[in-house]
């Protein structure tokens, strides 16, 4: 039956629609756009190291990262049983993420497209309503290398519910036990637990009885998380190192003014979280809008109260995320650990929310072409804020975004190869011999390339490296409070800072002025171990920070013109 189901004709134009869609990325090939912020320049490097350094499954304390700040703990990172990880170990870094990308849409669309049929709208005439809104689903701008945190929710939530009903056979424990195998638990794991978990306490509460089979279904999810999920347990509970989270002050970071917050929650609301999907919310209001305002004058069914509840927990959500530093200011005196954690990724759960929000209104309107239109622009809106999508056609028609670079052009492997060929036949030395740390473009495209860096974008690593290393920019901290306080207050971002660059961190080439006054701490920067900048931007005066130019490198398909400087002696 479930084969028969998803096997469907409706079913199928839906799968034939996303291939058409991913049709760019085969076109283009490497010259394909990869978003950029939190992904290409932080996420994209993990597996390709653990796969690189052969410690994907290596949970031992003294494991680590050579390439990465003079040796990261390797339980710092993400885990090693991931689909994730696996790709990454059997491709090379492109193909990897583009397959990856293609599979996790393609699992989004049949999770969506299951949930619907076998719940929200399963009758025969739905089909087509059911296909264009998993479409739909598997179309949103998400952030793939995360895997189905996103888009495997709904496989998720209809296997909770096929175990309260007690007609389940194995599939749904099947879904609750491999979930975790390919999803994120610290970004969404642990909020999808909590959504499922109140969920499944209010229907037991109105049914007055007890789901065993739900409430078990969610205990295999845990454990299956806590298994996946082991090497930053075991770091944690092991004290193998003290994380530099502990000196989190989100509060310091985020606005602090009413209407700064209002704004934060209007965002949230109308448009959700970059990291769980950012996508314009206002054409499924409009639908609610129009299923509520035709049942009110043509007195059909409308169920106002569960369409009602489920905006206002989508209100609340917004609510707490957009006023989460004001919260966090009044808990955190009385609850220090809170710090560690971001609690706005609550955030994870609103997409699935809003997109059974339309189902459910999409349904109460009649068949025909209004309802079809509203589908369709639902498609053409996920599709055109899309963004790796839109820019990788730009790459096609040959208008590529001038500060979007396409993957080619962001990690330019020709250029960075000259570099280690040039300090190769100037000193004899591989790259696993001496460090380096970059201006100006992140530190995971020379990651990306070979080199051993010093600085690095990690959502976990020792507070000790932290403190080491923050001399060698605390000349720069110390121009722009703004700065000062995006690393003292977070500090993922362990970079060079300029205060003349501010939140600059991929110049293009010719972008950027020489900078002039480099306040550089070349002593502390040798006490790592450093040697080499590799800089995007001149260096007006690089005597004055220590430094001494040793090359300058471009190229045409390179979105960077880097300055090579070495410490002086």
Not at 102 to 128: C, E, I, K, T
Not at 135 to 163: D, E, K, T
Request: charged share 10%; glycine share 6%.
């Amino acid at each position: 039956m479930l084969v028969r189901r998803l096997t469907s004709s409706p079913l199928l134009l839906a799968l034939l629609g996303l291939l058409l869609l991913l049709i760019p990325f085969l076109l283009a090939g490497s010259h394909s756009y990869l978003l950029i912020d939190d992904n290409l320049d932080a996420e994209l490097s993990v597996p390709y190291l653990l796969a690189r350094t052969g410690t994907a499954l290596n949970y031992q304390a003294s494991a680590i990262i050579p390439q990465v700040m003079n040796g990261l703990p390797r339980n710092a990172l993400r885990p090693g049983l991931s689909v994730t990880v696996l790709m990454f170990e059997l491709l090379p870094p492109l193909p990897a993420y583009l397959i990856h990308m293609a599979l996790v849409r393609l699992a989004g669309l049949l999770s969506m497209y299951a949930l619907l049929r076998f719940w929200l709208l399963p009758q025969p005439d739905q089909r087509p309503l059911a296909a264009g809104v998993a479409l739909a689903w598997a179309l949103l701008p998400i952030y793939s290398i995360y895997g189905l945190s996103v888009l495997g929710q709904p496989a998720v939530l209809l296997a909770v519910r096929a175990l309260q009903q007690r007609r389940a056979g194995l599939w749904p424990w099947l879904v609750v036990l491999a979930f975790p195998f390919w999803s994120m638990m610290v970004l969404a794991g642990l909020f999808i637990l909590a959504g499922l978990s109140a969920w499944l306490f209010y229907s037991d509460y109105r049914s007055r009885q007890v789901s065993w089979r739900a409430w078990a279904g969610i205990g295999v999810l845990t454990i299956s998380y806590v298994v996946v999920e082991y090497p930053l347990l075991s770091a944690l509970l092991q004290h193998q190192f003290i994380p530099h989270r502990l000196e989190f002050n989100f509060a310091q970071l985020a606005p602090h003014t009413l209407p700064g917050q209002l704004r934060s929650t209007l965002q949230q609301f109308l448009m959700g979280q970059y990291h769980s999907s950012l996508f314009f919310r206002g054409l499924m209001l409009m639908t609610v809008l129009l299923a509520g305002w035709q049942a009110r004058c043509k007195a059909t069914f409308f169920p106002f109260r569960t369409v009602i509840s489920l905006l206002l927990i989508i209100a609340a959500l917004a609510v707490f995320c957009g006023f989460y530093p004001a919260f966090l200011a009044l808990v955190q005196p009385l609850v220090p650990p809170l710090r560690t954690f971001n609690l706005t990724r609550f955030s994870f759960l609103t997409p699935l929310l809003w997109f059974v929000v339309w189902a459910i209104a999409l349904r109460a309107l009649p068949a025909g072409r209004s309802r079809a239109a509203l589908v369709a622009l639902q498609l053409v809106l996920g599709l055109a804020m899309n963004r790796e999508w839109t820019l990788t056609v730009r790459e096609l028609l040959g208008r590529p975004a001038p500060h979007e670079p396409s993957y080619q052009r962001f990690v330019a492997p020709e250029l960075f190869a000259r570099i280690q060929a040039d300090i190769r036949q100037n000193t004899g030395q591989d790259p696993a011999q001496y460090r380096v740390a970059c201006l100006g473009l992140p530190p995971s495209v020379a990651q990306l390339n070979g080199f051993y860096t010093l600085d690095s974008y990690q959502n976990n690593y020792p507070l000790p490296y932290k403190h080491a290393f923050r001399p060698i920019i605390a000349g720069e901290l110390a121009k722009d409070p703004q700065l000062r306080a995006y690393f003292d207050a977070w500090g993922n971002r362990c970079y060079l800072f300029a205060a003349e660059l501010g939140k600059n961190f991929r110049v293009a080439a010719s972008q950027h002025a020489p900078i002039q006054h480099f306040a550089f701490n070349a002593k502390a920067f040798q006490r790592l171990g450093g040697r080499y900048i590799l800089s995007a931007v001149a260096l007006a005066h690089p005597g004055q920070s220590g430094l001494r130019l040793r090359g300058e490198y471009t190229n045409q398909e390179a979105y960077w013109h880097l300055y090579v400087y070495e410490v002086a002696p």
